[in-house]
Structure formats: C-alpha cells, structure tokens
C-alpha cells in the first residue's frame, strides 16, 4: 500500500523559514517525479513545486524564488524548503507521486499524479 505522509508544518511569523518532509512508503520515488501542491481556506487546490525523474524542477510563480523543492531517493523522501514566507502562504500542503510519462507537461495538474498525502498545516502570521 502506497503511502505519503507530510511532516514539518506549523505556525511561522512572515519572512521566516520552514521545511516540509514527506516520507514515501509503498512506492520507490527513485525513477518517478512528484510535487507539492497545496489549498488555502476557500480557494482551490494549486500547484507549489515538481521534481521530474529527469532532474528538472518546476515551481509556481508565486514561490520562485523562494522555495526549494528537493528530494532523497535512498531515503524515499521529499522536501520543500519554504524560505521568506507570507501570510499568503498558508495553507494545508500536500505531496504528491506522479507515474506521467510526459511529467513536463503534466507537473501543475493534479490529476498527473497518483499519490497523496493527507496534507499538513502551514500558516504564516503578519
């Protein structure tokens, strides 16, 4: 059984940092992409961050330059590392597995990956 589940949330002042883990069990993340998306109170659920198999990364414009998304495939994790945080960045974030082949047209939809966490808290306070 896959499971991904989110650590590392938290309540963090504006301009502070926070890094999210994810560990992966049930499913190897060497070879395969995934992401981070996350759903702030009243909005849809929006893209963060994507790691391809290729190497590539892919983030939205609201968090370049700011966030790092990594990963380590002997330890079957992944990370984001969240640095000059906003208010606007809270939010429930979740990651994400994603078996697409043509990951590089797919990373900001979510319906490109196969497999979830249940999500963890971040909230950033002015």
């Known amino acids: 059984q896959v499971q991904l589940v989110e650590s590392g949330g938290g309540l963090v002042q504006a301009g502070d940092s926070l890094r999210l883990s994810c560990t992966v069990s049930?499913?190897?993340?060497?070879?395969?992409?995934a992401g981070w998306f996350r759903r702030a109170p009243g909005k849809e659920r929006e893209f963060v961050a994507a790691?391809?198999?290729?190497?590539?990364?892919y983030y939205a414009d609201s968090v370049k330059g700011r966030f790092t998304i990594s990963r380590d495939d002997k330890k079957n994790m992944l990370y984001l590392q969240m640095t000059a945080m906003e208010p606007e960045d809270t939010a429930v974030y979740y990651c994400?597995?994603?078996?697409?082949?043509?990951?590089?047209?797919?990373?900001?939809?979510?319906?490109?990956?196969?497999?979830w966490g249940q999500g963890t808290q971040v909230t950033v306070s002015s």
């Open positions: 994400a597995g994603s078996e697409a082949t043509h990951f590089s047209r797919t990373y900001s939809q979510p319906s490109g990956y196969s497999y």
């Open positions: 790691d391809s198999w290729t190497g590539s990364t």
């Open positions: 049930g499913w190897h993340l060497e070879g395969w992409s």
